[in-house]
């Protein structure tokens, strides 16, 4: 682990879950693919800023949203194929402090 990540570690701040085991130190494109599948299984919702049309990150998105997942993107002319097998825009300035406090406030009263 880098030891700038030990603090957040022991404070109980990080958690660290991988589907490889700790002799995997080099990526590879099927590990990649089944990190993304791993994540994408964890995930209630991913953001995918952007995938190349015909590529394996768009075909992942379309299998995440056969599966219910919520896939969203930006509003960009180069995402419309992303948008065509159902990822949806994200919203302007979703990110906002505001925003993220709000969602996290109806998620705890959910729940």
């Known amino acids: 682990m880098k ?3 030990i603090p957040a570690f022991d404070a109980g701040r990080l958690l660290i879950v991988s589907p490889f085991p700790p002799k995997e130190k080099r990526i590879t494109a ?3 693919e089944a ?5 994408g299984a964890l995930a209630d919702s991913i953001l995918v800023p952007h995938a190349a049309p015909g590529g394996k990150t768009a075909a992942f998105c379309q299998k995440l949203s056969a ?3 919520r896939v969203y993107t930006i509003d ?3 995402n419309e194929h992303l948008i065509s097998v159902g990822a949806t ?5 979703y990110f906002s402090t505001s925003n ?3 969602s ?3 998620e705890n009263a959910k729940g």
Request: proline fraction near 11%; glycine fraction near 4%.
């Open 3 to 5: 030891p700038e990540l």
């Open 30 to 32: 099927s590990l990649a």
């Open 35 to 39: 990190r993304n599948r791993f994540v």
């Open 67 to 69: 599966t219910g997942k």
């Open 76 to 78: 960009d002319p180069a």
């Open 89 to 93: 825009l994200m919203e302007p300035n």
């Open 100 to 102: 993220t406090v709000k």
């Open 104 to 106: 996290a406030a109806n």
